[in-house]
C-alpha cells in the first residue's frame, strides 16, 4: 500500500524558501500523479499544485504561480515543492496526496509558517 509522508516545512519570513519533500514507501510513485494541497487554520484544505506520472511542467493555483515549482524524482521516489518569495498568507500545513485524491494516502502534512 502506499504511503506518503511530507517533510521540509518550518518557520521562514516573508520573501523565504522553502523545499517540501513528499517521499513514498509502499509502491512506486510514478505510477501516480501527485499533488501538492495545503489547510490554514480556520479554511478549507485546497490545491496547490500538481504533477503528471511522467513529470513535466506542473499546474498551479493562481495564488502560487511563479513562487512556486513542483517536481519529481521518480528514481527516488520523491515529489518535491520549492517554495520561493514566501508569503504570510502561505502559512498552512502542506499534505501531498495522489491526483485524483485518495482518502487513504493523506499524511500528517507538514506546517508552515511565514511569519517575522
Known amino acids: 500500500q502506499l504511503q506518503l509522508v511530507e517533510s521540509g516545512g518550518g518557520l521562514v519570513q516573508p520573501g523565504g524558501s522553502l523545499t517540501l519533500s513528499c517521499a513514498a514507501s509502499?509502491?512506486?510513485?510514478?505510477?501516480?500523479?501527485i499533488g501538492w494541497f495545503r489547510q490554514a487554520p480556520g479554511k478549507e484544505r485546497e490545491g496547490v499544485s500538481c504533477?503528471?506520472?511522467?513529470?513535466?511542467?506542473?499546474i498551479y493555483a493562481d495564488s502560487v504561480k511563479g513562487r512556486f515549482t513542483i517536481a519529481r524524482d521518480n528514481a527516488k521516489n520523491t515529489v518535491f515543492l520549492q517554495m520561493n518569495s514566501l508569503k504570510p498568507e502561505d502559512t498552512a500545513v502542506y499534505y501531498c496526496?495522489?491526483?485524483?485524491?485518495?482518502?487513504?494516502?493523506w499524511g500528517q502534512g507538514t506546517q508552515v509558517t511565514v511569519s517575522s
Open positions: 496526496n495522489t491526483v485524483p485524491t485518495t482518502n487513504d494516502y
Open positions: 509502499g509502491a512506486a510513485l510514478d505510477y501516480y500523479g
Open positions: 504533477i503528471s506520472s511522467s513529470g513535466g511542467s506542473g
